[in-house]
């Protein structure tokens, strides 16, 4: 690969300061809980959310309460475009949360009194204010709601309130109420389901055609899913019980159908309508001549993703296949070119994911990138000068590069490839872009770049961080390769305690998350999370390892996809393998090696210590699923399948049937309002255990969601995990 020839002074003295990561340092500060969970002493500093203005020269901060204008490449505060304190206190209470401009900068939408459902879904008091005549109004007022998203011709806003789709027009004050049959755990107009949220990362699920005529969404119908219900402990008499629609393993999922309602004629019809071919819907998306709305189809096994197009005067065409022997990842790598020549999409047809080239018939015309590495962003298309920008990961998966090619030359070029993580985010013209840098040991830096590459200045370089690191004991993080089961090289980060000394025996305490797709190990700043905990037990005398088995993503579809249908079998595999290389080296104490994981992570550990018992003498499993059969029907199908058609594969890697095996010391945690991995998973764990005469330890969190967060919870779990380390290792 050509090197970056550019240089970027700060960068180069930041990587001079960063050495002081490359050597343990030897001062006598002590890392605390409290310095990690309480006053978060240790966070490298981020860039405040900004956002492009359509002139490519100016970006916008909402800061302390104000949503300010800056010049990109002095950084100076040019305008001041809203101040929150000076908003009609009788209209809008309280402090804005978010923003988003219209299409023509002329308008703002302001958030406040979020108030969150799920992972990703909120309901929130939205206003509009106008730049120009600097008025407010509510959009609902009194009303908390959803979704609400300006029309491109900033006359109208569209929101979902009651599981039903209204229209605002802003001039008029008129209310279009489009759907009527919504209702709480029936019928959702607009917004996704749970599982959808989950798994597809959707939330709304309505758009706005270019010429604000249409507004296409989609309906579900949760009628016949299963429930779930949660208690919640709120200091009453009787628990607060939440029910909400879950789809498990085999059971029934909504009925998901896709509508066009027409503003000028006030009347929807139907457009995808239920298919016993398509149980899924993941994504809708307008072509850039309104004629027709682009809808994803998938199966229900999803290993076949068609694109099909419909068009707003009816009649419908097949614009894509994508199939699999295992399955189909759903992206948003979507690009339509304007005027109908054609589309940019990723797939992985090649054994890696690669950017292609498309007409609007669906057929190929080029493969615009090739090799044995995957693009990991697709960071969008200068239309005018066909330059295609994205990430790309280094063969090994470690590294992350900075790229463009030209879909009319095909000139593939390097922007940045720096040993390490490069990634941008780019002006609306592409002139300019926030350049962000790091590595396994050094903390991000936050660069303004033309395109050409050429240094602007500097935004962040958390030298404030690295000048008081200087103090403390640190132990650098060391990327490196272990064997799996099967002899694959795994990649895999080390940090040994300080003070290392390769005479001396240490335990080991290994760090797992494994599932599909997933990449902990990255030659970029505490990727793996909790750095600074692993510092501290460092700190301790502890050898921590973090490695990522097979099934991994980062190294193409062969290596990501072969545990399909046997979910924990080869994952495991690798984990106790890695185990037992790492035991085998002298400054290893093989009789004291642990393991800890969140989630797929939980489920990992826990079967670490029981299917690998004469390896691991302690295990931690935070939210762990313990049966694949109680988790939700869209991940779980996705690579097992249902569990009548692979029952091998759920029975023979479910942790709660090896419960008899259990020999080491076993923490189960689990939040008793975890949505996603429900409590039941720690409950029939803990049950079979018991049958079994097995003692073990838990720690349950009521009222805590699968993050387990707010209050002390943080810091009280981690306590908790630590002081069983040092009981236990």
Known sequence: MRRFNHFIPSLILLLILASFFHATLYAQNEITLEDLFVNYRYYPRRLPSFRWMKDGQHYTVLRENKVIKYDILTGKAVEELLDGALLDTTIFEGRIESYHF?????????????????????RSFFYIFDLSTKTLQAVAPGKKIRYCTFDPSAEKVAYVYENNLFILDLSSGALTQITKDGKYNAIINGASDWV??????ITRTFEWSPDSRYIAFMRFDETAVPEYTMMRYEDRSYPQYVTF?????????????????????DKSMPLFTKDSTYEYIPRIKWTPDATSVCVFQMNRHQNMLQLFLY?????????????????VDIHDNL???????????????????HLYLYSMKGKIISQLTTGSNEVTKVYGLDENSGDLYYQIASEDGLDRYLMKVNIKTHRVSTLQDHKGNNSAQFSSTFDYYIYTFSDANTPPVYSVLQKNGRAVRVLEDNGRLLTALQGERLSPVRLLKVPGADGTLLNAAIIRPVDFDSSTQYPLLMYVYGGPGSQMVQNSYSSFGNYWWYQMLANEGYFIAIVDNRGTGGRGRTFKKMTYLQLGKYEIADQIHAAKYLGQRSYIDASRIGIWGWSYGGYMSSLAILKGNDVFKMAMAVAPVTNWKWYDSIYTERYMRTEEENPGGYHDNSPVYFADRLKGKYLIVHGLADDNVHFQNSAEMTKQLIAANKPYETLFYPNRNHGIYGDHARIHLFTKLTDFIHKNL
């Not at 219209?102 to 909120?122: D, V």
């Not at 959808?196 to 990362?201: D, I, K, L, T, V």
């Not at 690009?335 to 994911?353: A, Q, V």
């Open 245 to 265: 629609k879950y789809p498990k393993v085999g059971a029934k999922n909504s009925i998901v159908t896709v509508h066009l309602y027409d503003l000028k004629t």
């Open 102 to 122: 219209s299409s023509n900068e002329k308008k703002l939408l302001l958030t406040t009194g979020s108030e969150q459902i799920y992972r990703r879904s909120k």
């Open 196 to 201: 959808y949220e989950e798994e597809f990362g």
């Open 335 to 353: 690009t339509f070119l304007s005027e109908g020549r054609g589309f940019i999409w990723t797939s992985e047809r090649d054994g890696y994911n």
């Open 311 to 327: 068009g707003v005067q009816g009649g419908r065409r097949l614009m894509l296949t994508e199939s699999s022997p295992y399955y």
